[in-house]
């Protein structure tokens, strides 16, 4: 594996998230003004999938299905949230994002620190 | 059958009957196993099954929209054993509150019958056993002739009940609400399984109330209102509720609203949005306390919302359209923490 070419920089807008898959793996992109963001697709708490229920506003990001938050930029979890966002590596080449893709990034589900 | 749910830090175990959902079977089992809708549309209750065989029941249901059927995730609301299981579940295993209260089956008798208005019904079930819930909570229900439980929450309050009461919105296409519908139902047997949900008011956190209802949405929102009104919780906090219906006709509850008013007249705001049509004259004329208004519910709440802040809790109810359009404006507009919200959603 290795950088993708994950879609134009002109489709993702600013506040706004856009799924993609890429060797058959679903990514979420972000716009955080000044660079892009690859995420894993579904909010680590349930696997919502963040595309349809991400709100962005300011660079935070929050699911509105239980209202965790996170600082877009960084991952590091706001709010209620528990668990951070997971990024992939991302830059820009051409006008396209590109996305390094080493092996699929996935929450685990398993851990229970509670 | 014996169902093994594996965590790193804990192995859950309990019994589930056959035919029975195993979300069900879990949670009756004192297990906080995540659910919102607990009817098959939210996708809330996922699981994947590592070991046994399931019937995953409704198979067609949206909650399961892009589940993975190579990792054999399932709905656990929708599916029962078939043989003995273990199963993943995708999140944290945990109580939301230390006095949750266990839910259970009941088989309940429709006791009062009543049309409030051309689509809506109130309807009582008398369950054999003396039960809690906190107000806010809901059942699901399943018509014998009907497949398929659907949520409703509670009218009532009364700690220690038989008696629950149900509102419902006709529904042609429904199940339980066309069966409901077609004619009267009293002293007809209805499955039931419940106290469930989270959108809860609890007197003693102290806040004020900003309510939020759309139709029948108001259910839980009057059962909170009369738990506040037993415990005279609004002699010292305000409550604010928009009601939204399409019109005047459609108005009910009237009676118990303008009741609520009239005992805590300096706390207690009530408004009334009809989308379709106008006040009445008798209405404007605002003799009753109540303030009647002209538009979309969430248009009417959603300012009086954002001047809020302080120590407010928020409760949304309502069919899913006016729950999102509330949630994306309070959330990206206004300073409201996200814990002072609180909505379950089903439709």
């Known amino acids: 594996m290795s950088w993708k070419a994950a879609c134009p920089v002109s489709d993702v807008k600013q506040d706004t998230l856009k799924e993609c898959t890429i060797d058959g793996i679903e990514i979420l992109l972000a716009n955080v003004g000044d660079g892009f963001r690859a995420y894993p697709p579904v909010c680590p708490h349930m696997e919502q999938y963040l595309e349809g229920s991400g709100i962005c506003a300011n660079n935070v990001m929050t699911c509105d299905r239980h209202l965790w938050q996170w600082d877009m930029k960084t991952g590091e979890p706001l709010g209620p949230a528990e668990k951070p966002l997971l990024i992939y590596q991302t830059k820009e080449v051409n006008g396209q994002i590109m996305v390094f893709l080493d092996e699929e990034l996935e929450y685990d589900f398993d851990d229970d620190d509670d | 059958m014996l169902i093994e749910i594996k965590k790193k830090s804990q192995t859950y175990q309990f019994e589930a009957n056959a035919g029975e959902k195993l979300l069900y079977a879990g949670l009756r089992a004192g297990i906080p196993l995540p659910f919102e809708c607990a009817t098959g549309t939210c996708g809330s209750c996922k699981a994947r099954v590592t070991q046994g065989e399931v019937d995953e029941g409704w198979s067609e249901a949206p909650g399961k929209e892009r589940f993975k059927v190579v990792k054999r995730e399932i709905l656990m609301c929708q599916c029962s054993a078939q043989s003995d299981c273990s199963l993943t579940v995708p999140t944290k295993i945990v109580a939301f509150r230390d006095d949750d209260i266990n839910p259970d089956h009941h088989i309940g008798v429709i006791t009062q019958y009543e049309k409030l208005t051309e689509d809506v019904l ?202 999102d359009a509330l949630i994306r404006p309070l959330i990206l507009n206004s300073k409201i923490p996200v814990h002072r919200v609180r909505y379950d959603k089903f439709s």
Not at chain 2, 156 to 164: A, H, I, Q, V, W
């Open chain 2, 122 to 323: 109130r309807f009582n079930v008398e369950i054999p056993t003396s039960i809690s819930f906190h107000a806010g909570q809901f059942f699901v229900l399943q018509a014998p002739e009907v497949n398929g439980f659907r949520a409703y929450s509670m009218v009532n309050y009364s700690p220690g009940t038989n008696e629950l009461e149900f509102i419902i919105k006709q529904n042609p296409h429904g199940g339980l609400s066309k069966w409901i519908f077609d004619s009267d139902r009293t002293q007809e047997k209805l499955e039931l399984f419940g106290p469930l949900g989270h959108a809860t008011f609890h007197p003693d956190e102290s806040h004020d109330l900003f309510m939020i209802a759309g139709g029948s949405g108001i259910a839980g929102l009057m059962s909170i209102l009369e738990y506040g009104r037993q415990v005279n919780y609004f002699k010292n906090r305000k409550v604010s509720l928009f009601f939204g219906i399409r019109t005047p006709a459609d108005f009910f509850f009237a009676e118990r609203l303008r009741a609520v008013k009239a005992k805590f007249p300096d706390t207690v705001s009530i408004n009334i949005a009809f989308s379709n049509a106008p006040p009445t004259a008798e209405q404007l004329s605002g003799n009753d306390g109540l303030i009647y208004l002209q538009g979309m519910v969430h248009e009417h709440a959603l300012p009086a919302v954002l001047e809020g802040g302080g120590n407010v809790m928020h409760y949304l109810a309502g069919p899913a359209p006016m729950v």
